[in-house]
């Protein structure tokens, strides 16, 4: 096979015509094989070469994504993968990444939980839990997780309560807290810190009672009266959460 003629393109890639054929091979491959000194090559010589070219492409197309935010071994994986590479290319990708230190998870960790913590509302569960998914070993996370502390979620935790209290005035303080406490769970804070403060809330709902009260009364009072008409009002009530007045 006969080597026409080549031209260097850009990105550290050259366009070399192979029997009226062209290849795009990155500037590693030439230089790793002096393509440029021969003038033929062999069929099984150039796949070698071809091989060791989507090495390169798939390794700079890895670089080129792990640019635009840090990243996981596990995300250039499904990444790669997505993009059609072989498994074997894809190993191999990753250990150059990590010898050129362009993934670190110990880096990756420190970053994404500062990043939770200072823009986001979510507490440690979530963010141990969604850095597992991530790939990231169980012992890197507890480790670095300690930078979290205590003081900064409570901190959360009382912003959080203040907020929906403020927000949600028309709910019963049995309501509200359920509500509040069951949410805080769900962005990943644990129930004995949250029931630290939330136990310590205590809210005024006695306007609120009357008001639901007689939004009650005068619409059972068509269909009611007397005691089964008390009753059918404080079961309704108790149903929004009102169960002390």
């Given at each position: 096979m006969?080597?026409?003629?080549?031209?260097?393109?850009?990105?550290?890639k050259?366009?070399?015509?192979?029997?009226?054929?062209?290849?795009?091979?990155?500037?590693?491959?030439?230089?790793?094989y002096?393509?440029?000194?021969?003038?033929?090559?062999?069929?099984?010589?150039?796949?070698?070469?071809?091989?060791?070219?989507?090495?390169y492409?798939?390794?700079?197309?890895?670089?080129?994504?792990?640019?635009?935010?840090?990243?996981?071994?596990?995300?250039v994986?499904?990444?790669?993968?997505?993009?059609?590479y072989?498994?074997n290319i894809?190993?191999?990708?990753?250990?150059?990444?990590?010898?050129?230190?362009?993934?670190?998870?110990?880096?990756?960790?420190?970053?994404?939980?500062n990043?939770q913590?200072?823009?986001?509302?979510?507490?440690?569960?979530?963010?141990?839990?969604?850095?597992?998914?991530?790939?990231?070993?169980?012992?890197?996370?507890?480790?670095?997780?300690?930078?979290y502390?205590?003081?900064k979620q409570?901190?959360k935790?009382?912003?959080?309560?203040?907020?929906?209290i403020?927000?949600?005035?028309?709910?019963?303080?049995?309501?509200?807290?359920?509500?509040?406490?069951n949410?805080?769970?769900n962005?990943?804070?644990?129930?004995?810190?949250?029931l630290?403060?939330?136990?310590?809330?205590s809210?005024?709902?006695?306007d609120l009672?009357?008001?639901?009260?007689?939004?009650?009364?005068?619409?059972?009072?068509?269909?009611?009266?007397?005691?089964e008409?008390?009753?059918?009002?404080?079961?309704?009530?108790?149903?929004?959460?009102?169960?002390?007045?």
């Amino acid at each position: 096979m006969k080597i026409e003629k080549y031209r260097y393109l850009t990105n550290g890639k050259y366009k070399v015509t192979i029997d009226d054929k062209d290849y795009i091979i990155y500037e590693d491959v030439i230089l790793k094989y002096n393509i440029l000194a021969l003038k033929e090559i062999d069929e099984k010589k150039l796949d070698l070469y071809l091989k060791d070219n989507d090495y390169y492409e798939a390794y700079y197309l890895a670089i080129k994504y792990i640019k635009t935010k840090l990243r996981t071994p596990k995300e250039v994986q499904v990444y790669l993968l997505k993009n059609n590479y072989a498994k074997n290319i894809i190993d191999k990708v990753i250990l150059k990444l990590e010898a050129d230190k362009y993934l670190d998870d110990n880096v990756y960790t420190v970053s994404y939980i500062n990043d939770q913590i200072y823009l986001k509302n979510v507490g440690p569960l979530k963010i141990k839990n969604d850095l597992e998914k991530l790939g990231i070993d169980k012992t890197i996370i507890l480790e670095n997780l300690k930078i979290y502390t205590k003081e900064k979620q409570e901190e959360k935790i009382e912003k959080y309560i203040k907020k929906e209290i403020k927000l949600n005035k028309n709910k019963s303080e049995v309501m509200l807290k359920n509500n509040i406490l069951n949410k805080l769970i769900n962005k990943g804070f644990y129930k004995e810190d949250i029931l630290k403060y939330l136990n310590n809330v205590s809210i005024d709902e006695d306007d609120l009672y009357k008001k639901e009260y007689d939004k009650l009364y005068n619409k059972l009072s068509k269909k009611y009266s007397g005691k089964e008409l008390e009753f059918k009002i404080k079961q309704k009530l108790s149903q929004k959460g009102f169960y002390n007045n």
